[in-house]
């Protein structure tokens, strides 16, 4: 199962791959994270860490498109702008 390491490092790659197809934002759900690195859906997910690794790779200027009610969830979805300030 993956951990908050393994959440970072995707989400670094989704971010690198939209900056490289130019793009001035773009929006992560927990599901997709999550789903890029297996284990979701099932029984053992992991929805809880990969919304604290978004939460936490959040910067000024991004925001949270769509929140759960107890914070976390698959729909938790969060709007990166690009590019990331180096």
Known sequence: MPD????????A???AEA???GRTQVEVSAAQLHRALGGY???????????SVMRAGMREG??????????VGAGFTVRFMLPRAK
């Open 4 to 11: 908050a390491e393994d959440f970072r490092q995707a989400l």
């Open 62 to 71: 991004d925001s949270i498109v769509v929140s759960a009610a107890a914070g």
């Open 41 to 51: 859906p099932g029984r053992d997910h992991r929805i809880p860490i990969c919304c």
């Open 13 to 15: 790659g989704f971010l």
């Open 19 to 21: 900056e490289r197809d």
